[in-house]
């Protein structure tokens, strides 16, 4: 059965810091994706993760994928008030489409 | 806007109620879902449908139903609900192409079941 650790599962960060929240999942997996949800909103898609060693950038945000350990971080660098909201890891487990396997979320609290 | 609407945004019930979830996808997609949104629970996939048609359906009891008449659109139909039952409900949809899809998620029905 896939499942989804992150930790941690609340943070609470000063601006200008830097941080990393960890995901890691339980068995083979070929893409990982990031989310984001604000209170009473929608899942927001970050990032897609497809291969080992694959990092990408959005802004303060930083995704990376180590499939060998089933490990992927996402790096807030600098972190201001905007980025305050909820970030999901998920997993699809292997063999099927929309099947995400999802983390419990990281809350982040971006206090000034 | 995420291209995903649902209707109603919130829902009040009663246990022997019956009531229905709606969700429109403007995007052209061809697969969508319904996710379940508990507090300190992951989200949990509830249905899939591919083309219309039911592809996957992960336990859940009987006394959600879902239909999908058309690719654009998604129903939940509920009845005799329990309070455990009162969560976020999510639909997403995708362009299903092999594997590198991505979702796109609604706003949710906030669920209460009293």
């Known amino acids: 059965e896939l499942k989804v650790e992150q930790n941690p599962l609340f943070l609470s960060m000063q601006e200008g810091k830097n941080y990393t929240i960890y995901c890691n999942y339980s068995?083979?997996?070929?893409?990982l994706y990031w989310y984001r949800q604000d209170p009473g909103k929608s899942l927001e898609s970050l990032f897609v993760?497809?291969?080992?060693?694959a990092v990408k950038q959005e802004g303060r945000l930083m995704a990376s994928l180590d499939t060998k350990a089933r490990l992927s971080t996402l790096h807030i660098t600098a972190a201001v008030h905007d980025l305050s909201a909820t970030y999901f890891c998920?997993?699809?487990?292997?063999?099927?489409?929309?099947?995400?396997?999802f983390g419990k979320g990281t809350k982040l609290s971006v206090k000034p | 806007e995420t291209g995903v609407t649902q209707t109603p945004r919130h829902l009040v019930m009663g246990m022997t109620n019956k009531k229905s979830l709606k969700c429109e996808q403007h995007?052209?997609?061809?697969?969508m879902y319904w996710y379940k949104q508990s507090a300190k629970k992951p989200l949990e996939l509830m249905f899939v449908?591919?083309?219309?048609?039911?592809?996957e359906n992960n336990s859940v009891p009987s006394r959600f139903s879902p239909e999908c008449p058309n690719s654009s659109h998604l129903f939940l139909h509920l009845h005799t609900l329990q309070p455990e039952d009162s969560a976020l409900y999510l639909c997403?949809?995708?362009?299903?192409?092999?594997?590198?899809?991505?979702?796109?998620f609604g706003s949710g029905t906030q669920l209460s079941v009293l």
């Open positions: 997403a949809s995708s362009q299903v192409t092999g594997g590198r899809e991505k979702l796109f």
């Open positions: 068995t083979t997996s070929d893409r």
């Open positions: 993760l497809l291969s080992n060693g």
């Open positions: 449908y591919n083309f219309k048609e039911q592809t």
């Open positions: 995007l052209g997609h061809n697969a």
């Open positions: 998920a997993v699809v487990k292997f063999g099927g489409q929309g099947n995400l396997i």
